[in-house]
């Protein structure tokens, strides 16, 4: 007789000393926050620029992370007008895009979920760039200590908008205490932020995309 099969024979019998030991071990995982997947843990901290875990786990997928409703409704002033330097070096802020939509990426190198996502934006780059729409990515990590590496990123990936890094004045309040990559915000064109999305999840292209559609709106 074919199909599957309940075999119980192995089972083992859980005593009370092997359940506060399990307990025990569980409790000890929790603390040291081991996340995998497709949404990863970054530390913020009073630095510049964000600090983040170098060597996230990754282990089994994550279920699909759903878009997120952030706590802020516009975008904070001092966030539009905090310098950034892009990956070749240039000076520029958020405000310089004022009128425009503008899709925000906040990504690492070492981000598993990141590298799947990235994809998706140069796709929605080259679809609504000429529409006015301005995606922005900003790397978590240590400008210095990541300088190569992120240009590297840029040319395996083909990334053909603009990637720069951010400092904790701009990551941290954009976060809303989300400690996880990837994020994504969409700022409409009167600077409200329209939606955040936290983590990755093979279905939020679409979503994205009709929400950059409504914004062109």
């Given at each position: 007789?074919?199909?599957?099969?309940?075999?119980?024979?192995?089972?083992?019998?859980?005593?009370?000393?092997r359940i506060m030991?399990?307990?025990?071990?569980?409790?000890?995982?929790?603390?040291?926050?081991?996340?995998?997947?497709?949404?990863?843990?970054?530390?913020?901290?009073?630095?510049?620029?964000?600090?983040?875990?170098?060597?996230?786990?990754?282990?089994?997928?994550?279920?699909?992370?759903?878009?997120?409703?952030?706590?802020?409704?516009?975008?904070?002033p001092e966030i539009?007008?905090?310098?950034?330097?892009?990956?070749?070096?240039?000076?520029?802020?958020?405000?310089?895009?004022?009128?425009?939509?503008?899709?925000?990426?906040?990504?690492?190198?070492?981000?598993?979920?990141?590298?799947?996502?990235?994809?998706?934006?140069?796709?929605?780059?080259?679809?609504?760039?000429?529409?006015?729409?301005?995606?922005?990515?900003?790397?978590?990590?240590?400008?210095?200590?990541?300088?190569?590496?992120?240009?590297?990123?840029?040319?395996?990936?083909?990334?053909?908008?603009?990637?720069?890094?951010?400092?904790?004045?701009?990551?941290?309040?954009?976060?809303?205490?989300?400690?996880?990559?990837?994020?994504?915000?969409?700022?409409?064109?009167?600077?409200?932020?329209?939606?955040?999305?936290?983590?990755?999840?093979?279905?939020?292209?679409?979503?994205?995309?009709?929400?950059?559609?409504?914004?062109l709106k």
């Amino acid at each position: 007789m074919s199909g599957e099969t309940n075999n119980r024979s192995d089972e083992k019998v859980w005593t009370r000393r092997r359940i506060m030991s399990v307990a025990a071990r569980l409790v000890m995982i929790s603390a040291l926050g081991i996340i995998s997947g497709d949404l990863l843990p970054v530390a913020t901290a009073a630095t510049t620029p964000i600090s983040v875990d170098a060597n996230p786990s990754a282990s089994a997928p994550a279920p699909a992370v759903a878009a997120a409703p952030t706590e802020l409704t516009d975008l904070p002033p001092e966030i539009t007008v905090a310098p950034l330097k892009d990956a070749k070096g240039a000076s520029f802020k958020l405000a310089d895009f004022f009128g425009k939509v503008i899709v925000i990426n906040l990504w690492a190198t070492w981000c598993g979920p990141c590298r799947r996502e990235i994809p998706e934006l140069v796709k929605l780059n080259k679809e609504f760039h000429s529409r006015g729409v301005e995606i922005i990515g900003l790397s978590t990590e240590d400008p210095d200590g990541s300088a190569e590496k992120v240009r590297k990123f840029i040319q395996d990936f083909q990334i053909d908008y603009r990637i720069g890094w951010a400092p904790v004045e701009v990551g941290a309040p954009l976060m809303q205490g989300h400690q996880s990559i990837p994020q994504i915000f969409v700022i409409s064109r009167d600077i409200r932020i329209l939606k955040h999305f936290v983590g990755f999840s093979p279905s939020y292209a679409s979503q994205l995309r009709q929400v950059i559609e409504e914004a062109l709106k």
